[in-house]
């Protein structure tokens, strides 16, 4: 069983920058794909990034591409997701989730970090 949890949120102005990192614990990290998801109050939750468990691929959303940056360090165990120049529509509470790598679906989800980005 693998555990999630996530750290670095808060409250903060528009166009600054914040780091989310995830620690898991319970699995073997390196074989994981990880993802970050995030969910706006009134909002389905929503895929944000994500990266292959061997760090060669990323993806993004659209609405993050070019300011979210998904990191991995195996060796802490640990994914990050860089957001620099935050937007208010960026305020939500964001999810890591793992799922080993030749899964589709990811299977394990943290409680969530809130990021709330004021004007």
């Known amino acids: 069983q693998v555990q999630l949890v996530e750290s670095g949120g808060g409250l903060v102005q528009a166009g600054v920058s914040l780091r989310l990192s995830c620690a898991a614990s319970g699995g073997t990290f390196s074989t994981y794909d990880m993802g970050w998801f995030r969910q706006a109050p009134g909002k389905e939750r929503e895929f944000v990034a994500a990266i292959s468990w061997t760090g060669g691929n990323t993806y993004y959303a659209d609405s993050v591409k070019g300011r979210f940056t998904i990191s991995r360090e195996n060796a802490k165990n640990t994914v990050y997701l860089q957001m620099n120049s935050l937007k208010p529509e960026d305020t939500a509470v964001y999810y890591c989730?793992?799922?080993?790598?030749?899964?589709?679906?990811?299977?394990?989800w943290g409680q969530g970090t809130q990021v709330t980005v004021s004007l």
């Open positions: 989730a793992a799922k080993i790598y030749y899964k589709a679906s990811y299977a394990y």
